[in-house]
C-alpha cells in the first residue's frame, strides 16, 4: 500500500565515498522532491523534478546531484559525502498542483563515518 | 516572500488534555496550507490541508484546524490528547505562485505526559 518508498531506510558510507539514495512512486505524480532534514528541524528543500524538467534550490551544494530516469524513480546522488550531510533525506511526490499535498516517503538515515 | 512560523518550539500536555499548535504565515494571496505529523524516524504525514472553502477543517486523528485570514494564522487543534500523538508537527504552505514549492515552519515537538 506504501505509495513513496525510499530505499535503504538507513545508510552508512565513508567520508568522501559516493552513495546514492533512491525513491519510488506509484501515484504516477509529476513532482519528485528531495529534502535534507536534520535534528529537530524543518525539511529543506534540496532539488525537485516538474516531469523531467530539474529545479535546483539556489544554496543546495554541487556535491548533491539528482537523476529522475522515469515517472516512478528518482536518486540523490551525494558525490563527496561530508560529515555535515549526515541527515535524513526525505523524497516527496505531488501532482504538481499547488493545493495538492506533498506525499512524503518515510526517509533514508544516512550516517557518515 | 513566503514565509511559516510556528512560535512554539516544544509543547508539553497531559493525555486527555486539549492541544493547540499555532502556525503564523506570511504571503500576498490565498495560501495553500498543510498540517503534517513526523514520529521519530519516519517520514511526514498529512493531517488536513485548507485551500478554499469552510476554513474550519478536519483531519485525521481528530484533528482540526482553522483559517483565520485576519490574524494570518492555521492553527491546529485537538481536544482531547492521546500518548500516541506525541511527535513533531509541522506547517507548511504551498503558494500558487511559487510553482510546486512548500515553506516549512520549524516544528513543534509535542510531548504528552500520562
Known amino acids: 500500500d506504501a505509495m513513496v518508498i525510499q530505499n535503504p531506510r538507513y545508510q552508512v558510507t565513508q567520508f568522501g565515498k559516493p552513495v546514492t539514495l533512491s525513491c519510488s512512486q506509484t501515484?504516477?505524480?509529476?513532482?519528485m522532491y528531495w529534502y535534507q532534514q536534520k535534528s529537530s528541524q524543518a525539511p529543506k528543500l534540496l532539488f525537485h523534478y516538474y516531469d523531467k524538467d530539474f529545479n535546483n534550490e539556489a544554496d543546495t551544494p554541487d556535491n548533491f546531484q539528482s537523476r529522475r530516469p522515469n515517472t516512478s524513480f528518482c536518486f540523490l546522488d551525494i558525490r563527496s559525502p561530508g560529515l555535515g550531510d549526515a541527515a535524513m533525506y526525505l523524497c516527496?511526490?505531488?501532482?504538481?498542483?499547488?493545493?495538492?499535498?506533498?506525499?512524503f516517503g518515510d526517509g533514508t538515515r544516512l550516517s557518515i563515518l | 516572500a513566503q514565509s511559516v512560523t510556528q512560535p512554539d518550539i516544544h509543547i508539553t500536555v497531559s493525555e486527555g488534555a486539549s492541544l493547540e499548535l499555532r502556525c503564523n504565515y506570511s504571503?500576498?494571496?490565498?495560501?495553500?496550507l498543510f498540517w503534517y505529523v513526523q514520529s521519530p524516524g519516519q517520514g511526514l504525514q498529512l493531517l488536513l490541508k485548507?485551500?478554499?472553502?469552510?476554513?474550519l477543517v478536519q483531519g485525521i486523528k481528530g484533528f482540526e484546524a482553522e483559517f483565520k485570514r485576519s490574524q494570518s494564522s492555521f492553527n491546529l487543534r485537538k481536544p482531547s490528547v492521546h500518548w500516541s500523538d506525541a511527535a513533531e508537527y509541522f506547517c507548511a504552505v504551498g503558494a500558487s505562485n511559487t510553482g510546486n514549492q512548500f515553506y516549512f515552519g520549524t516544528g513543534t515537538s509535542l510531548t504528552v505526559i500520562p
Open positions: 504571503y500576498g494571496a490565498t495560501p495553500y
Open positions: 485548507y485551500f478554499s472553502g469552510d476554513t
Open positions: 516527496a511526490t505531488s501532482s504538481g498542483q499547488g493545493y495538492q499535498p506533498q506525499h
Open positions: 501515484l504516477n505524480h509529476n513532482v
